[in-house]
């Protein structure tokens, strides 16, 4: 019984000398790790064109029903993506999402992506819904150029649409 008392004491001591490992939060912030999945971004191609192409994809493969996309055909005089549909309406639901990051696997373009920013905190649930204005980012630093491809298809026009009759 003494024996283990010594022993506590001995590991308290022990710490009584050593520096604080307490983070002033926020004042400082811990790096996370590279795979850590945070709030959703947006990308957009070095030209200033939006990545997303309005596929719903994300939507498809969300399992919590977070993510609303509603597309819309591309203007061919001034297009706001490299398709022939872009995203007029992209809202994630924060509370909803768990971020799991299937969203990000699912986008063809690579347009959501899940950053290290970890800081969401609401006071009204209608906070909690970024709308599409408030994930876009000004520009993508990563990757400059759409692929050939992407860029051939945005060219061609639609077919014809065919009626039997």
Known sequence: MLGELFKGLRTTFGYMFRQPVTVEYPEVK??????????????RFA???????????????????AILVVPAENDPD???????????????????CIFCGYCEDACPTNAIVLEHQYELSFYDRRDSIYTKEMLLVAQDKGH?????L????????????????
Do not use: M, W
């Open 78 to 96: 001034n297009p706001r993506s490299y398709g022939e549909r872009y995203a007029a309406t992209y809202e994630i639901n924060f509370l909803r």
């Open 47 to 65: 030209d200033g064109t939006e990545r997303c192409i309005g596929c719903s994809l994300c939507a498809a493969a969300c399992p919590a029903d």
């Open 150 to 165: 992407l860029k051939q298809l945005a060219r061609r026009p639609s077919p014809p649409a065919q009626i039997d009759l």
């Open 30 to 43: 811990r790096p996370v790790r590279e795979r850590f999945r945070g709030r959703h971004e947006l990308k």
């Open 144 to 148: 400059g150029e759409p692929s050939p």
